[in-house]
């Protein structure tokens, strides 16, 4: 009986404080059971007299029963720190002569009277420090909100400038078409008429043409008998009829070239009279300037009918280049200028919705920064642009491309804003390069650190508006 009475103040001073525990724990896990055991807590099975826990001795593969000695490698101690936050320390810690007031600031982690209690000190630091946190955080807020308000204004805007191209891209594709079938029968008429304008001339020269077809053969055979009288007749032959006969061809012979060179300098002088009304004809039908009646181009035409005729062989041939010359006519350029303007339009149109589907990260937050920051870090300096370019600088202000801005997201662990920056220049013997920007809530945009963890793959911390998150 009297040693029931001895254990019993000893169980209940184990339930009320153990040094080491924290106060859940110690009214949850670190209680004897029925028969005064411990349990160990990562394996209930394994159970010691509960007046061994602390006893500077490890019975606990997790260290569990040795909270407030040195004892276990693997166990932590609960340091209360009252009027500031808790914390745990390793074990191996504890009663080492080390003060560790960065976590254990109440000193708890020493035997009482070796490291005092700055709790009160960390507490207050920790307050200016929160509420400079708030302020920040706050201010960042309010810059942030500042950029997203930006970012969806230009969003809207692109939004609004796609919709405006593609109708002017519909609109000019209507209006071509207009013009390609415009052109059609504008072409086809215009030739229409200036076919039924040269139809006369052209019927007038058919005919010629078999007449001095005829005439032509029976020229051939005059002249081969003229040619067979003249050399074979008998000179001294007294016949005064073929004597002239025969004079007078020989004058034919002897002026014959000089006739045909006569006739080719006057073709030559045809040539480029008719050339001239031809081209005339073609650039006033085009463009529309004149009438078809007989104050205008038939009248001229008739003017020059005989010259026409005169170059009938020449007519056909024309036709083709009249042809072609309607075709390159006002509409011809208009519709060539509206194609122009329509490839131009249509390539617009695709910039601008490659931008708008282009990631800028949440919320859109960086499509507004085009801005750059730059820091100097050893003998370079970090050219940093939002969605451009980030560059390292020598001091001969020599850059090298790290990366171009690819994406931009949050990291759900850490909260940092994380934008990723590819393609750069190729290392020397080395990879392309690349970079890592890991951004932090911020009032300024500011590179913290550069690093290069990996061969010519770079790690940058920074702080920017633009991370901060409620």
Known sequence: ?????????????????????????????????????????????????????????????????????SACSNGRFYCINEGFLPHYIPSAWVDDGVCDYELCCDGSDEPEGTCENRCKEYAEAYEVETRKNEEKLKKGLQLKSKILEKSREQRQILVQEVEAISGQV???????????????????????KVEEIFKPFEDVISGISGQLK?????????????????????????????????????DYLANHEAVKKEDGDSTGDLNGKLEEVKEQIVKELVEGTTEFGADGLFGRLQQSAEQMMDEFLGVRK???????????????????????RLKDSRGLLEEK??????????????????????????????????????????????????????????????????????????????????????????????????????????????????????
């Open 1 to 69: 009986m009297k040693s029931i009475l001895i254990a019993l103040p000893a169980t209940c001073l184990a339930l009320e404080s153990i040094r080491g525990v924290s106060p859940d724990l110690l009214k949850s896990k670190y209680q004897p059971d029925k028969d005064g055991y411990f349990h160990c807590l990562n394996d209930s099975t394994i159970a010691i007299p509960f007046s061994k826990v602390n006893d500077d001795y490890c019975d606990c593969p997790d260290g569990s029963d040795e909270p407030g000695t």
């Open 170 to 192: 519909v609109e000019m594709e209507n209006r071509l078409q207009e013009l390609e079938e415009e052109k059609s029968r504008s072409g086809s008429a215009g030739l229409k």
């Open 214 to 250: 005829e005439y032509s053969e029976r020229l051939l055979v005059l002249e081969d008998t003229l040619r067979k009288m003249n050399e074979e007749y008998n000179h001294n032959f007294n016949d005064p009829a073929v004597k002239l006969a025969a004079s007078t061809f020989q």
């Open 318 to 340: 024309e036709r083709k280049k009249i042809s072609k010359g309607i075709s390159l006519g006002k509409l011809e350029a208009e519709a060539e200028d509206a194609e122009k």
């Open 353 to 470: 919705k490659r931008d708008l589907e282009r990631s800028y990260g949440p919320d859109d937050i960086l499509r507004s920064r085009t801005d750059c920051i730059t820091n100097k870090f050893g003998e370079y300096k970090y050219r940093l642009c939002f969605t451009g370019k980030l560059e390292q600088i020598d001091g001969s202000q020599h850059a090298v491309r790290i990366g171009s801005y690819e994406s931009a997201e949050i990291d759900e662990k850490t909260g940092e804003l994380v934008i990723k920056y590819g393609g750069g220049e190729k290392c020397w013997n080395g990879p392309i390069r690349g970079a890592e920007v890991r951004a932090v809530c911020g009032v300024k945009d500011e590179i913290l650190t550069v690093s290069e963890p990996e061969k010519c793959h770079y790690m940058i911390e920074m702080t920017s508006p633009v991370a901060c998150a409620d």
